[in-house]
């Protein structure tokens, strides 16, 4: 039988009040709130080792707080990744980030989702789909990425857009619902 832990990373209906996983987002939360309080003197020395307790492995990511995640572990990076103020990363399953990639303010990843059945999120059930992120991708101030969606490297996803669907590589796509504005190929 598996444990709630091993059914939301696989994508599976999972009881998110589960005491483990309680346990772990409040891990999380803990490291969030270190880092988001770092005093400007301290930020250079501790922010890296900060990231890499939050994520769990070694990282060149590079986050300017505030910054908030469900579980980090969950968060994949490349090479010379920037979240810029405010990001939100709900990473209940896997997301995975190239290299060179660049997030402007107030940027949300949302793997999580909720079952359209009312009972089932009454009971606590939730499940969560993937993100991938190509390299050279810059994700503008204030974007929604949804659950599922895959990102092609050297995208460009202009400020405050929603992406519902997956971007083809080297285009440039904005809006509500995102849509293609033209190809840089």
Known sequence: MKTEKEKMLCGE??????????????RARELCHRLNSLSPEKYEKEHKYLIEQLLGEKSDLHITPPFQC???TNIS???NVFFNFNCVVLDVVKIRIGDNVLF?????????SHPT???ERRNGLEFGKGIEIGDDVWVGGGVILCPGVKIGGGAVIGAGSVVTKDVLPDSVVAGNPCRVIRNLA
């Open 13 to 26: 209906l999972y009881d998110c009040n589960d005491p483990q996983l309680t346990r772990d987002r409040l």
């Open 70 to 72: 469900d579980y980090g």
């Open 77 to 79: 990076v490349g090479e």
């Open 104 to 112: 402007g303010p107030n940027v949300q990843l949302l793997t999580a």
């Open 117 to 119: 059945n009312a009972q």
